[in-house]
T-cell receptor, first 114, second 112 residues
Framework: GAGVSQSPSNKVTEKGKDVELRCDPI?????LYWYRQSLGQGLEFLIY????????KSGLPSDRFSAERTGGSVSTLTIQRTQQEDSAVYLC????????????FGPGTRLLVL | SQQGEEDPQALSIQEGENATMNCSYK?????LQWYRQNSGRGLVHLIL?????REKHSGRLRVTLDTSKKSSSLLITASRAADTASYFC????????????FGTGTRLKVLA
């Protein structure tokens, strides 16, 4: 079956513009995570969706970042008024139930803010 | 701050040798996972060890967990050039909701 997919693969934008990053999790997976990885660094937790529960947004770095998950499936991460420090790889992962199992990662979106 | 810290940050070995990477963490965990990342893109799950387990094997991989020392190790035996990648530990814990905290990774280079 299909794995986690993300689009676009690469995104170059100008400082101050808004960007939307998309994640399609594995069908039937109820848990979905967004992470950010800066060059040569580990993964930074951003947000966690679990079923119909309110998302855990505790990792979002500022109010310029938001995410939604429609119909318990596709998720969109939106960054408003992008800054150069937002440049990173944004990774999405899904897992079957609670998140207490294996996370399956997408290939990521590489964002470059000029 | 990072929950998981990997050690060493970088490791270079010859093909056929064993590679050992360590991960330390700070708080109580539900489980710990190891992932591999090639070329800075998506991560591939390697192995999951639960907090009540001490050792797990998968092929050439051996993971140990010492909850008293809050540490884990990943051993890759008989390494191959294809094992060249970054390896991350991820500690799963409950804080309101369920979260994973990833370490900064170990960059492994296996020389042919």
């Amino acid at each position: 079956g299909a794995g986690v997919s993300q689009s676009p693969s690469n995104k170059v934008t100008e400082k101050g513009k808004d960007v939307e990053l998309r994640c399609d999790p594995i069908s039937g997976h109820t848990a979905l995570y967004w992470y950010r990885q800066s060059l040569g660094q580990g993964l930074e937790f951003l947000i966690y969706f679990q079923g119909n529960s309110a998302p855990d947004k505790s990792g979002l770095p500022s109010d310029r970042f938001s995410a939604e998950r429609t119909g318990g499936s596709v998720s969109t991460l939106t960054i408003q008024r992008t800054q150069q420090e937002d440049s990173a790889v944004y990774l999405c992962a899904s897992s079957l139930l609670t998140g207490q199992e294996t996370q399956y990662f997408g290939p990521g979106t590489r964002l470059l803010v000029l | 701050s990072q929950q998981g810290e990997e050690d060493p940050q970088a490791l270079s070995i010859q093909e056929g040798e064993n590679a050992t990477m360590n991960c330390s963490y700070k708080t109580s965990i539900n489980n710990l996972q190891w992932y591999r990342q090639n070329s800075g893109r998506g991560l591939v799950h390697l192995i999951l060890i639960r907090s009540n387990e001490r050792e797990k094997h998968s092929g050439r991989l051996r993971v140990t967990l010492d909850t008293s020392k809050k540490s884990s190790s990943l051993l890759i035996t008989a390494s191959r050039a294809a094992d060249t990648a970054s390896y991350f530990c991820a500690t799963g814990y409950t804080s309101g909701t369920y979260k994973y905290i990833f370490g900064t990774g170990t960059r492994l280079k296996v020389l042919a």
